[in-house]
Every structure is written in C-alpha cells, then in structure tokens.
C-alpha cells in the first residue's frame, strides 16, 4: 500500500506528505498535543469545523468542510463512492476508479493536490489568519493539478478549461 504512493508522479513534497499522513506523522492538532508541543490552554478541536478533535482522518476525510471538498472533486470527475473510515482505504478506492495506468497516475496526482490543498487551507487559518471557503478550493485543486499533469506526465498538451472540463480524456491522449 505505501509503495503505490510512490509511484505517483505528484512532486516529491507532496507524495512524502502524504506518506506522513498515512503514517499519521503530520502535525495535527491533536498530534502536536500527544508530543507535548501544544500549549495545554490550546485547543485540539479541527480549525476548519471546530466539532471534533483534529486528528488525520478526522482533518482530511471526516471533517465537515473536507466531506464537500471531496465531494466537489469526486462530483467533477464523476465518481461515486462513500468516504471511507481512514486513509488507506481511500487511496485503495481513489487508484481503483482509474480504467488504466494513464488515468490511473492522474488521479493520484489529483488526490495528492487534494490532500495538499486541504492542508494548505488549514494552515492559512491557523497562521494567516485567512479563511479559505470551499468554493475556492476546487479551483485551486483544478489548476495544481492541470499544472503538476502538464510538467510530470507524458500527456500532449491539455488547456485548463479542457482539464477543468474532463481531465480524464485529457490524460487518455
């Protein structure tokens, strides 16, 4: 299973913070408090929902605001499947939908740049102070990932509103 990560053709940062995520060493809120590196009058609950207490699964799955992120992105490719309880499984779900190899490094790069626009929003809130909404999101992921397909994979020339359209048939040519 963390082998499958690596053959991702995302950039090296976000392949080696998904692989920290999948191992839950990513500096979450609740992670930083198990290490003792949060004031104990901090807060552990999510930054971006502030319901439940900011663990991996919880922030990049679970939370209110990633649920529509993923279903906005799930929506624009046109797939169909229940968010599953952690991490791992959705991977596995995420690398079945893909019909071939081509597809199929596409949407892991589409899936790193999920996850890394998530990330990113979160840490806008925490230390900019600057609220991302979800509508905004979507576009952000389009463009990183219409821009990382275009410099990593060996696919003819793509415009962004055709990636923004179907990114599939771009990654078939």
């Known amino acids: ?33 198990m290490r003792s590196c949060l004031p104990t009058e901090e807060s552990t609950l999510c930054v971006l929902c502030g319901r439940m207490e900011e663990s991996s699964n919880h922030l990049f799955l679970h939370c209110v605001f990633t649920e529509k992120v993923w279903e906005s992105v799930m929506k624009w490719l046109d797939f169909s499947f229940i968010t599953p309880p952690n991490l791992f499984v959705h991977w596995t779900c995420w690398s079945n939908e893909g019909r071939n190899k081509r597809i199929q490094k596409g949407l892991w790069m589409i899936w790193h740049s999920t996850i890394w626009a998530i990330w990113k929003a979160r840490n806008h809130i925490i230390f900019r102070n600057e609220v991302k909404y979800i509508d905004e999101l979507l576009p952000e992921i389009k463009v990183m990932s219409w821009r990382w397909s275009l410099s990593r994979l060996s696919m003819q020339t793509c415009l962004y509103y055709e990636w923004s359209w179907n990114p599939q048939e771009c990654l078939m040519r």
Do not use: E, G, H
Request: glycine share 0%; aromatic share 12%.
């Open 1 to 33: 299973m963390l082998k499958t990560i690596w053959k991702s053709k995302a950039p090296l940062k976000a392949i080696a913070f998904s692989w920290k995520l999948f191992l839950d060493r990513v500096p979450t809120r609740n992670n930083l408090a």
